[in-house]
């Protein structure tokens, strides 16, 4: 029986995680688990576009990604509407729009689960139950949230 490899998508502090001394041994630990080829990394155009300002250390390290181990994802009016409906819903403020919006593209890509250093939109109780509230109103599954001391 084959085992299921977990899709993860990841927002761009696990990215810059890496760089960061506070937060590199887990994110590059969750990296290591993509190129070992038992986690598939969801990587979003939403992401790529938030790098593209990043100081040059963070941007080689999605570039030192397997690309056998990526699967990307791109916004589309699905995940637009879903990150606007959890505007609308107060989940997050309109400053926030970009969480918003990574949050709508792992749920529209039917990710097993969301890993982010975000703890303050993102991994925190009241965003989670949140973000899967409209989830679960607008007709997608509940989608986990984790920060990668949880996964790795």
């Given at each position: 029986m084959s085992k299921h490899v977990q899709r993860i998508y990841v927002d761009t502090s696990v990215i810059g995680g890496c760089c960061d001394e506070e937060f590199a041994a887990e994110s590059r630990q969750l990296l290591?688990?993509?190129?070992?080829?038992?986690?598939?990394?969801?990587?979003?155009?939403?992401m790529t576009a938030e790098l593209l300002t990043a100081p040059l250390p963070v941007q080689?390290?999605?570039?030192a990604i397997p690309p056998a181990g990526v699967e990307e994802v791109r916004?589309?009016?699905e995940s637009r509407?879903?990150?606007?409906?959890?505007?609308?819903?107060?989940?997050?403020?309109?400053?926030?729009?970009?969480?918003?919006?990574?949050?709508?593209?792992?749920?529209?890509?039917?990710?097993?689960?969301?890993v982010s250093w975000n703890f303050k939109h993102?991994?925190?109780?009241?965003?989670?139950?949140?973000?899967?509230?409209?989830?679960l109103r607008e007709g997608y599954g509940a989608i986990a949230i984790y920060s990668p001391l949880e996964v790795v």
């Open positions: 290591d688990l993509v190129a070992n080829g038992n986690v598939i990394l969801l990587i979003s155009d939403l080689r390290v999605i570039v916004a589309s009016d509407a879903l990150r606007d409906a959890y505007l609308a819903a107060g989940v997050v403020g309109p400053a926030h729009i970009n969480d918003a919006h990574h949050v709508a593209l792992a749920t529209v890509a039917r990710a097993d689960m969301i993102i991994v925190h109780y009241d965003k989670i139950r949140g973000f899967n509230a409209v989830n």
